[in-house]
């Protein structure tokens, strides 16, 4: 595999937030359509890195959603906001007919995503979306209020390095599932120095991380858009336990049967952190789906 660069840090402003992606170039003269990855909830564009670089020859653009990593934005308490970033990022960048690969939050975004503009995706891979059965989003299903907030707004946000964040994580679950690169590089990249202090704070706060799992219900259309995606989609499902199980597979079994030209790929070898896990494995299937 040759090898690949850093990639460029950038910056697209979107009504007022900047958001931040990362860019590898790729190849000279290359015109394969770009690789556009989106991050799972409380991580960030740069999990995506030991997967990019299997793809040296192709663009590869890793974002940083809205309120992750580098980018700006508040508490999130729609995902269609989200959408809307994404689409206007790709936009701002001049970028139609990408090869779109997601997990988790970040692949109902790019799911949403390619509903709202058909010439935004050529094909889409979609690892564990949190795109859930029907009864899911029923009017009547609320998860978490201000008064019973989720369990992530308690998270330790201070670090005094990278070194002692891995030292907190690594023997725990589902940290210690990750590949040892992408555990390192989710700590190293995942944390911002303190503004006018010593030590390092989470680049996703925890009231953002927690105001995504409390709306994970926001976007009660997203079974209906999945009915209007006409880019060839690849879901890519872990096992299935229990809902409250962060390992479990939180995917409707059947969506991919109600994409016009989706398939099916059950992985109950894997977790929900499938990516993170086996990052070869996840190129291996990137790149067989997109020929």
Not at 131 to 158: M, N, Q, V
Not at 197 to 223: D, K, T
Request: charged share 25%.
């Amino acid at each position: 595999m040759a090898a690949r660069t850093k990639p460029a840090t950038r910056h697209v402003e979107v009504a007022g937030t900047r958001l931040t992606h990362f860019d590898w170039r790729g190849e000279p003269g290359n015109t394969q359509p770009p690789l556009v990855f989106a991050h799972a909830t409380g991580f960030h564009a740069r999990v995506w890195d030991a997967v990019a670089e299997h793809f040296p020859q192709r663009r590869c653009i890793a974002l940083d959603l809205r309120g992750h990593g580098r980018s700006g934005g508040g508490p999130i308490e729609d995902w269609r906001v989200v959408a809307g970033d994404v689409g206007a990022v790709l936009s701002g960048l001049n970028i139609r007919r990408a090869v779109g690969v997601g997990h988790s939050m970040g692949a109902h975004v790019l799911a949403q995503c390619a509903a709202d503009d058909p010439d935004a995706f050529d094909r889409l891979v979609l690892f564990d979306p949190v795109i859930c059965a029907p009864e899911f989003y029923a009017p009547d299903a609320a998860l978490f209020t201000s008064d019973a907030p989720h369990p992530a707004i308690r998270r330790k946000r201070d670090f005094a390095s990278p070194e002692a964040m891995m030292e907190r994580f690594r023997e725990r679950d589902p940290y210690c599932l990750f590949a040892p690169r992408i555990f390192e590089d989710y700590c190293r990249h995942g944390l911002l120095p303190k503004e006018g202090g010593e030590g390092y704070e989470l680049a996703c706060p925890p009231e953002v991380e927690a105001s995504v799992y409390a709306s994970s219900r926001s976007n009660a259309g997203i079974l209906d858009a999945a009915k209007r995606i006409e880019a060839p989609t690849l879901i890519v499902r872990a096992k299935q336990t229990k809902f409250t199980d962060f390992k479990s597979s939180p995917t409707w079994p059947q969506l991919a049967s109600i994409i016009p030209q989706g398939e099916d790929l059950h992985r109950p070898d894997r977790t929900h952190f499938h990516p993170f896990e086996d990052p070869q494995d996840a190129a291996r299937i990137i790149a067989d789906w997109i020929g």
